[in-house]
């Protein structure tokens, strides 16, 4: 009797709630924000936004990937959406307006220019998704106050400078893409304190430094499955400390400047399962371990100096990852 009561009160307070619903009003500053962002756009966005209110006015929808959610008696802008259709232009300030964001993508267009520092406002930011841009400058230190951010997506851009090591104050990241830009300097080795950090990927930028100094801190990287440091200009030997990040399943050292022997502990590693030791200056032997490894299926060894005798593991090909795994 009691769970029907329940049931049926719930199913009232619906029916109470839902005209409200339907006639809140989206909040001034996010029509304000998205006009001004509509009309810095070109037309292949513009088309599809029809009306002055993103959440929808009496017939007319809310605009194409513009998602609303209702707070008291205003709607508010949550998510913004816009990819892959050729917007041209700087990065729209307007944007850093939208204080409700959660998500915000904006991936695979020709946005140019800096990410203004003002991106720091969006306090409620758990994506954000610029990759495969035309964007340039410094990684604003800003986005280290982005507290509630999981997903980092700045790869395929222009950026140049240091990684900020204002990103190790993002306590809920868990996956940190900055491939394919023009970053120097060393990784702040402050990026190991991030406790849910699984996936960090440098690749392809001019980094210089050693592994070492990127795990000097006790305890570092807790939860890193994924490490790409691939195509930058690394060097020094692999540290036997490396084995302490015991949930590694992909080390990816391909195209540096490395040297001295691959240790022994790295074979102790549970579910390492690729291994790219290719084009570096490595010398010695590969321990016995590596070979009879349970979860290891590919380890690239070519252009280095081992010794003659030593073979590669596994059927090699150019491992990617898919849309779908940006999110898991």
């Given at each position: 009797m009691a769970l029907r009561f329940s049931l049926a009160a719930f199913s009232l307070i619906l029916l109470l709630s839902y005209p409200l619903l339907l006639n809140a009003k989206t909040l001034k500053r996010d029509m304000k924000a998205l006009n001004e962002?509509?009309?810095?756009?070109?037309?292949?966005?513009?088309?599809?936004?029809?009306?002055?209110?993103?959440?929808?006015?009496?017939?007319?929808?809310?605009?194409?990937?513009?998602t609303c959610s209702t707070q008291g008696d205003y709607r508010v802008v949550t998510e913004l959406e816009v990819y892959a259709v050729s917007i041209v232009g700087p990065f729209p300030t307007a944007v850093t307006n939208l204080l409700d964001l959660t998500r915000l993508d904006l991936h695979n267009n020709k946005l140019t220019g800096p990410i203004p520092p003002q991106i720091g406002r969006l306090k409620r930011l758990k994506m954000l998704n610029l990759r495969w841009n035309k964007l340039q400058d410094v990684i604003p230190p800003e986005i280290g106050e982005l507290k509630s951010l999981n997903h980092l997506h700045l790869s395929f851009n222009s950026f140049k400078g240091e990684i900020p090591k204002e990103l190790a104050n993002l306590?809920?990241?868990?996956?940190?893409?900055?491939?394919?830009?023009?970053?120097?300097?060393?990784?702040?080795?402050?990026?190991?304190?991030?406790?849910?950090?699984?996936?960090?990927?440098?690749?392809?930028?001019?980094?210089?430094?050693?592994?070492?100094?990127?795990?000097?801190?006790?305890?570092?990287?807790?939860?890193?499955?994924?490490?790409?440091?691939?195509?930058?200009?690394?060097?020094?030997?692999?540290?036997?400390?490396?084995?302490?990040?015991?949930?590694?399943?992909?080390?990816?050292?391909?195209y540096n400047k490395m040297s001295g022997i691959v240790p022994l502990g790295l074979s102790h590693i549970p579910r390492l399962t690729y291994l790219y030791l290719d084009h570096n200056q490595f010398s010695g032997r590969i321990p016995d371990a590596f070979y009879?490894?349970?979860?290891?299926?590919?380890?690239?060894?070519?252009?280095?100096a081992f010794r003659p005798g030593v073979k590669p593991i596994g059927i090699h090909k150019v491992l990617e990852l898919t849309d779908t795994e940006f999110l898991v």
């Open positions: 962002i509509k009309a810095s756009l070109g037309w292949r966005v513009v088309y599809a936004w029809v009306g002055d209110d993103p959440c929808g006015d009496g017939d007319l929808p809310p605009w194409s990937g513009v306590p809920e990241l868990r996956y940190l893409y900055l491939q394919e830009n023009r970053l120097i300097g060393r990784i702040p080795a402050e990026l190991g304190t991030l406790q849910n950090l699984r996936h960090l990927d440098v690749g392809n930028n001019h980094l210089v430094g050693t592994i070492r100094e990127l795990i000097r801190i006790e305890g570092c990287f807790p939860a890193l499955r994924n490490l790409y440091l691939n195509n930058n200009y690394l060097t020094g030997g692999i540290p036997a400390q490396l084995a302490n990040l015991t949930k590694l399943e992909i080390l990816y050292l391909s009879k490894h349970p979860f290891l299926k590919d380890m690239y060894i070519e252009g280095n």
